[in-house]
């Protein structure tokens, strides 16, 4: 079992730019969440899916935040355009079981 | 990862002691608790996890406490060793629900 898998591992880019982040979750996980980790506001929930639907998107800050699912076996989480204030690691995670999530590996976002 | 929180809580014990980690929680209505371990650079990652009907869950070296009453957990580490420096997460649930609400954490470290 591979586990989650996020691309990029590291991202530095300057203000005003696109970036799209990317995870592939468990294979058979039918549940996937986007969550954003900083040293002020901890470890937030911005959306997750069920069978690729989103269901709760409550915590995404603002409309230059946008995710999507595709299919079962890939999500983005884009920005546009991005702000220093952004700069967070972000993580996946997947979950089978109601409640159980498996975390990814995170992608540490530097916007300058 | 980032770590959470400007104020982040800090554990030291020596090597070999016993390590007890709170939480307060916040939702009378969570039924459902989670302890993850999050390793620098790394994503949180499940410890164990104890439902409301319990008030104590054995782990392999680990225990988790529950008083609904107060509403407050505990995680017990037994024999801590070097492996175990890592930030400590609890996180909530409530029945129906799939998000979890994690708390601030608490950064434990071990002196040799």
């Known amino acids: 079992d591979a586990g989650v898998i996020q691309s990029p591992r590291h991202e530095v880019t300057e203000m005003g730019q696109e970036v799209t982040l990317r995870c592939k979750p468990i294979?058979?996980?039918?549940?996937l969440f986007w969550y954003r980790q900083t040293m002020m506001r901890g470890l937030e929930l911005l959306i997750y899916?069920?069978?690729?639907?989103?269901?709760?998107d409550s915590g995404m800050p603002e409309d230059r935040f946008s995710a999507k699912m595709p299919n079962a076996s890939f999500s983005t989480l884009k920005i546009q355009p991005s702000e220093p204030r952004d700069s967070a690691v972000y993580f996946c995670?997947?979950?089978?079981?109601?409640?159980?999530?498996?975390f990814g590996p995170g992608t540490r976002l530097t916007v300058t | 990862g980032e770590s959470v929180g400007l104020h982040l809580p800090t554990l030291s014990v020596q090597e070999g002691d016993n390590s007890i980690i709170n939480c307060a929680y916040s939702n009378s209505a969570s039924d459902y608790f989670i302890w993850y371990k999050q390793e620098s650079g790394k994503g949180p990652q499940f410890i164990i996890d104890?439902?409301?009907?319990?008030d104590k869950r054995q782990g392999q070296r680990v225990t988790v406490l529950l008083n609904k009453t107060v509403k407050h957990l505990s995680l017990q580490i037994a024999a801590t060793q070097p492996g175990d420096s890592a930030v400590y997460f609890c996180a909530e649930n409530m029945r129906g629900a799939q998000k979890l609400v994690f708390g601030q954490g608490t950064r434990l470290t071990i002196n040799p």
């Open positions: 294979s058979g996980h039918n549940s």
């Open positions: 899916f069920n069978n690729n639907v989103p269901i709760d």
């Open positions: 104890i439902r409301s009907n319990m």
């Open positions: 995670a997947s979950s089978l079981v109601p409640r159980e999530q498996y």
